[in-house]
């Protein structure tokens, strides 16, 4: 299995009830491969991971979706995967990650502790191993929600109504 297929499967179950961009589908890729290492004792797929700036990276994953900027990602670039431990890990993923923006995930890819921190050098692209990755933090305990960008904004929308509608269009 390929990184894209795992992103073209977020994108298939989810893509309808989040905004997917390149940068918040590298990061639940990454959080799949974590989760998948942690509760499968196996990696979802065989891409290497990359320590870039913003956090992990599947190369593949960046150039498939590159095309889209920074925008929503809205259609996916091939195959969806149809397997029972990849529809269980890619839920588990969106159901911890899934309502944070793509700055949380950053954010939340560079903490103590991490994979990404401890493998970042800045010019380089260093690989995440799958060793890095269960000998970190990362994915041990479920990220929390209150706090982040993605809250802020949810506690905006239900104080003031159709405030982000009445951006978007103004």
């Known amino acids: 299995m390929l990184s894209v297929d795992i992103a073209n499967k977020f994108i298939s179950d989810f893509g309808d009830k989040a905004v997917l961009s390149n940068l918040s589908l590298n ?18 797929f065989e891409d290497k991971i990359e320590a870039w700036e913003y956090g992990p990276v599947e190369p593949s994953v960046y150039h498939a979706f590159k095309r889209y900027g920074s925008g929503r990602v809205t259609k996916s670039s091939g195959p969806v995967p149809d397997d029972e431990d990849v529809d269980m890990v890619v839920s588990r993923t969106f ?3 899934g309502r944070m923006t793509a700055f949380d995930l950053v954010a939340l890819s560079h903490g103590d502790g991490g994979a990404w921190k401890a493998t970042y ?27 982040t960008l993605a809250s802020g904004m949810e506690e905006v929308d239900r104080r003031i109504p159709n405030t982000f509608r009445l951006l978007r269009n103004a």
């Open 27 to 44: 990061k639940l890729v990454y959080f799949a491969q974590v989760e998948s290492l942690r509760s499968l004792g196996r990696p979802l």
């Open 95 to 97: 159901g911890k990650y």
């Open 121 to 147: 050098v800045p010019g380089r692209d260093a690989e995440i191993t799958p060793e890095a990755i269960l000998s970190s933090s990362d994915g041990r305990v479920t990220p929390e929600f209150s706090g």
